[in-house]
């Protein structure tokens, strides 16, 4: 049912011992045959390659894993259920405007009704999946509160939208403005976290890639990365700040 992969760094590095293998994912090693995409950042704006033919035949995400540098991805392989067809227009990511920025949105699960809610009326869906409707819900959730300089009021949206959607089905997703990297594990997504003489990195996948101290979401767990640094995590259990650049709950 789809898969995710998601990096966050505080310089661009190469991804391709973890994108290799993702890569593979799209319908070798996995179930994922309908389609792949990624999107990586340079001068602050998302570039998006995707392509709806199977992701470990494609020589073209083959070149871009082997020689991609960037110090922000979103990527994301294809099993097509809703709707159950290939095609480019619902082939994740998918990009939007709001608030001034171009978000970036690949999410694996299943929640066919969430087009049935209210629309968004500056977000329209150009292909037909749940995904994509989903993705327009959670920026109509956001734009009021969202500001570059605090964050917190807008990811205290961003957390209750995701849970509220996840009751609907199954709601793992990868979401950026170009800045940050929001990761949300509703029940099956993994983490690697590290540093190395170039600075820190995150690493978020499906199922772990490569070797390495990948750990588990919780479920409905929510986490939030900048230049490859922990910033905040939400979870039911509540709220926890990781770095002193998130305001407090209480600031004003």
């Not at 994912?25 to 990586?40: K, V």
């Not at 199977?54 to 392989?77: C, K, M, R, Y």
């Not at 500001?147 to 997703?173: E, S």
């Not at 594990?185 to 170039?198: A, F, M, N, V």
Request: aromatic residues 10%.
């Amino acid at each position: 049912m789809c898969e995710l992969f998601g990096a966050s760094s505080s310089t661009p590095r190469s991804l391709s011992r973890w994108l290799r293998p993702f890569r593979l994912r799209g319908g070798e090693s996995a179930d994922n045959p309908d389609g792949w995409g990624i999107a990586f950042w340079s001068g602050g704006h998302p570039n998006i390659e995707k392509s709806p033919e199977p992701g470990w035949s494609s020589t073209h995400f083959l070149q871009l894993s082997e020689n991609l540098a960037s110090d922000l991805v979103i990527a994301h392989v294809r099993k097509a259920r809703h709707p159950p067809v290939p095609s480019v227009e619902n082939t994740h990511p998918f990009v939007h405007p709001c608030c001034g920025r171009e978000w970036v949105f690949a999410h694996n699960g299943l929640v066919s009704d969430v087009a049935e809610s209210a629309p968004n009326p500056s977000c329209h869906p150009v292909g037909e999946t749940d995904s994509e409707h989903a993705f327009c819900q959670i920026l109509a959730g956001i734009a009021g509160t969202y500001a570059t300089d605090d964050h917190q009021p807008w990811l205290n949206a961003l957390n209750r939208l995701a849970d509220a959607i996840a009751t609907r089905g199954k709601f793992n997703f990868l979401l950026s403005d170009g800045r940050i990297l929001m990761a949300y594990g509703h029940d099956r997504l993994h983490y690697l976290e590290s540093s190395d003489g170039r600075g820190s990195f995150a690493l978020v996948a499906t199922e772990p890639l490569a070797d390495g101290p990948w750990q588990p979401f919780a479920d409905q767990e929510l986490r939030v990365y900048k230049d490859g640094v922990l910033l905040a995590r939400y979870s039911p259990q509540g709220f926890a700040q990781a770095s002193s650049e998130l305001p407090d709950k209480g600031a004003a």
